[in-house]
């Protein structure tokens, strides 16, 4: 059990144009889910987090308007880069709380998404 | 600033040894310690999480240890094998909190045949 996806696995796009990438819990409701960066060999950097039906609490430092977060139901949440440009190519993670066992606290991570802008 | 310091960056087993990353925080709000597994091209994945009110945690061949007085908790991974390969990340939460994760830097483990 929970599971998390995220669709699409890799995209490339040309600069100026959005993306958005979709992250679904598949067999449990997520409350909360989470939106993290990592870039080559670092570790995640949380970008924002969204409760369901409500607006997205961004990290400091993370452009709301170039990262527009949905939650709109308690299985999916989309991540959307606006007028991406090369230096957002990276790859990005979501992840679900889950208010089920084992824990409230326990975040399911998705597969990630390759955003490769040209 | 980082809120969870993890060592080390990486490290080097034989297959069978034993591998250990450590971990410490400075936030005593934290109460919750889970420790995800890496592997090249996706997501992290949940290997095995603690609370401070107990001082090891066993899953197979994963131990947590724990040491609230010390703020310390590491990862012992027995009988190392080459698919134990990968990055490992500690984290550290607490309710309040949003449930938000701060992140160690991650331990790249190569275990070699």
């Not at chain 1, 696995?9 to 449990?28: A, H, N, P, Q, Y």
């Not at chain 1, 060999?41 to 969204?50: D, E, G």
Request: charge should be positive; aromatic fraction near 10%; charged fraction near 15%.
């Amino acid at each position: 059990g929970a599971v998390v996806s995220q669709h699409p696995s890799r995209v490339i796009c040309k600069s100026g144009t959005s993306v958005k990438i979709e992250c679904r819990s598949l067999d449990f409701q997520a409350t909360t889910m989470f939106w993290y960066r990592q870039f080559p060999k670092k570790s995640l950097m949380l970008m924002a987090t969204s409760n369901e039906g409500s607006k997205a609490t961004y990290e400091q430092g993370v452009e709301k308007d170039k990262f527009l977060i949905n939650h709109a139901s308690l299985t999916l949440s989309t991540l959307t880069v606006t007028s991406a440009h090369p230096e957002d190519s990276s790859f990005y993670i979501c992840s679900a709380g889950t208010s089920g066992t084992p824990s409230t606290d326990t975040q399911y991570f998705g597969p990630g998404t390759r955003l490769t802008v040209l | 600033q980082q809120q969870v310091k993890q060592s080390p960056q990486s490290l080097i087993v034989q297959k069978g040894g034993i591998s250990i990353i450590n971990c410490a925080y400075e936030n005593t709000a934290f109460d919750y310690f889970p420790w995800y597994q890496q592997f090249p091209g996706k997501g992290p994945a949940l290997l095995i999480a603690i609370r401070p009110d107990v001082s090891e945690k066993k899953e197979g061949r994963f131990t947590i240890s724990f040491n609230k007085s010390a703020k310390q908790f590491s990862l012992h991974i027995m009988d190392s094998q080459p698919g134990d390969s990968a990055t490992y990340f500690c984290a550290a939460s607490m309710r309040g909190g949003d449930y938000k994760l701060s992140f160690g830097a991650g331990t790249t483990v190569t275990v070699r045949a």
